[in-house]
């Protein structure tokens, strides 16, 4: 017999709903949810911070303006100096920039040859391979050019013979313009026979690209000894303003702050004085250009040219803001940490 009262059999166990075979249980999903919420907490919790400490270490700084703006000025200053140089390099690039190219050379002729065996040697140098156009410029045709720029017109009627000689001007081509390759040639116009003087027009604007690409390598060494005068300033800076609340220091110490928490309002600090210093730099640079255009502007048009100057564009001066920002981070960061593990409660 069965152990069954009245010999029933026993009913099967319903399964429930959210416990079907191959569902994990219910406490498990709720504790997923669980898992998720409390990281989301976690991460706002940590935002809210970030934003309470950025604000409060600012508050800090404004409240002491006449400091502030002290250490700001310095860290400014050594930020316009290398800025202020690669503006002016900028410049003279964007000035030189059109006589690229121009690569000419000049043979003067000798006062024996006249103006139809210059027209023969003239049509002889189109000849060959490396010329692409060459112009013959007479001795009126040069002195008529003279006495109109120039204005000595009066003083021109006194000579008894004209002192210009015969000039061939002489572009080579693109393909020829290399510094080697005008160096060949130019020696192979004044073994002629005609030649008296060959100038080669490019020397000049090869000197000047050569000072220009010096100029760049000490302005970055400048920039560099200046970053790490910026590392210094923020550095002393911030170890000052330890030392200044070490009582509080000690204080979050006591009562379980860990150094990380004691640490972020210090670097938030170091942050905001390099970006204080790069805008008040870019500040001064604008001054700087705005005072030097009007004159600029005079000199170029002396000379019948456009030519303006031109400052930092706007990617140029978040790069400078966010340098002078990182700067200022880094050099907190460099003092923060040693100044706090000496700050110990006893």
């Not at 009262?5 to 669980?34: C, D, H, I």
């Not at 700001?72 to 410049?91: D, H």
């Not at 001007?169 to 160096?183: F, N, R, V």
């Amino acid at each position: 017999m069965s152990g069954n009262k009245g010999g029933a059999s026993p009913k099967p166990r319903r399964l429930s709903k959210l416990q079907s075979p191959g569902k994990p249980p219910r406490r498990e999903v709720v504790g997923a949810k669980k898992h998720r919420t409390g990281f989301r907490d976690r991460l706002d919790s940590y935002r809210s911070h970030h934003r309470q400490v950025a604000g409060e270490s600012l508050r800090r700084l404004l409240k002491r303006p006449l400091a502030t703006l002290m250490t700001t000025l310095v860290i400014a200053i050594a930020m316009v100096l290398p800025a202020g140089l690669y503006i002016a390099l900028n410049n003279v690039d964007e000035l030189s920039q059109g006589w690229d190219g121009a690569a000419r050379v000049s043979m003067f002729l000798k006062f024996s040859v006249d103006d139809s065996a210059a027209e023969s040697l003239r049509s002889e140098l189109l000849k060959r391979e490396d010329i692409a156009v060459a112009e013959y410029i007479s001795p009126s045709a040069a002195l008529a050019e003279f006495r109109e720029r120039s204005g000595f017109g009066e003083v021109l009627d006194q000579l008894n013979s004209n002192p210009l000689p015969g000039l061939i001007i002489l572009t080579p081509h693109a393909e020829h313009s290399g510094t080697k390759q005008l160096d060949a040639l130019r020696g192979e116009l004044a073994a002629m026979p005609q030649a008296d003087i060959v100038k080669l027009d490019m020397e000049w604007l090869q000197r000047l690209n050569t000072i220009t690409e010096i100029s760049r390598r000490l302005t970055l060494a400048l920039a560099v000894m200046l970053a790490a005068g910026v590392l210094l300033i923020v550095g002393n800076t911030i170890k000052l303003a330890i030392e200044n609340r070490r009582a509080e220091i000690l204080v979050v110490k006591l009562v379980g702050g860990t150094n990380a928490f004691v640490r972020r309002p210090f670097l938030y600090m170091g942050f905001w004085y390099g970006l204080m210093g790069g805008v008040l730099a870019w500040l001064l640079l604008q001054a700087c250009l705005l005072w030097l255009r009007g004159p600029v502007s005079e000199l170029s048009g002396l000379y019948h040219s456009d030519f303006l100057l031109i400052g930092l564009g706007l990617g140029e001066s978040l790069l400078l803001w966010l340098a002078a920002a990182g700067l200022g981070l880094l050099g907190a960061v460099l003092v923060v940490g040693r100044e706090l593990r000496a700050i110990e409660p006893r």
